[in-house]
């Protein structure tokens, strides 16, 4: 699938209906979306023929992104009923099989690693701080391949100091600097939209018997 026809699938999911500022609900926009994928994919062979997991799925524009890229399984998990009940019609109007599962990802206890790759839009820390590190550990832990995930520019030097010291992961590497559109969602927003400088960062989990040096 090309770049852009997998950004105009993307383009025509739902998105929350009411969005809720204490769980950090932006909307991940079709072009973040899709490079994200895309790249996992045509660079890293990290997601066709494997079980990827959406964490803090939202309405699934992520875990969508991994069905349609030909993975093999996707499982989407997040805390709020509303968003997942948006992720699953968007699924079905794709045709596309995805599981869901309701779950508070601080508390995700999955003993094995049973999923090849995470991906995730998490929320960026504005509202409790150290949200975004709280995923990204978690992740960590249950991804045997790699992790894809989106953080603010400015925390660059704390998110890899942070994932190679204390999370002993592999390899932490910035793909690409992005600009993620924050639309004016919320009532404390002057502006029509904000651009945020992210970037899109690859780990590589630490293996099962393996000495982190």
């Not at 209906?17 to 926009?29: D, M, V």
Request: net charge negative; hydrophobic share 40%; proline share 3%.
């Amino acid at each position: 699938m090309k770049l852009k026809q997998l950004e105009g699938l993307l383009g025509s999911l739902d998105q929350f209906e009411n969005p809720k500022i204490e769980l950090e609900q932006y909307p991940t926009g079709p072009h973040i979306a899709s490079r994200l994928l895309y790249t996992a994919e045509n660079s890293f062979r990290d997601v066709e023929n494997k079980v990827v997991a959406d964490f803090g799925c939202g309405c699934g524009t992520l875990g969508l992104a991994a069905a349609l890229l030909g993975a093999d399984h996707v499982i989407g998990l997040d805390i709020d009923t509303e968003s997942l009940e948006i992720a699953s019609s968007n699924a079905d109007d794709l045709d596309l099989d995805m599981d869901f599962v309701h779950c508070d990802i601080k508390n995700l206890k999955w003993r094995d690693r049973i999923v090849d790759t995470v991906v995730m839009n998490p929320p960026f820390g504005t509202r409790r701080k150290g949200a975004d590190m709280d995923f990204l550990l978690v992740a960590l832990k249950v991804a045997s391949n790699a992790v894809y995930s989106l953080h603010k520019t400015t925390t660059r030097d704390h998110v890899k100091r942070t994932a190679l010291r204390d999370y002993n992961a592999v390899s932490a590497e910035v793909l690409c600097e992005l600009r993620f559109d924050v639309p004016q969602l919320y009532k404390f927003h002057k502006k029509k939209e904000v651009d945020v400088a992210v970037d899109l960062w690859r780990f590589v989990p630490q293996k099962y018997g393996e000495k982190h040096l």
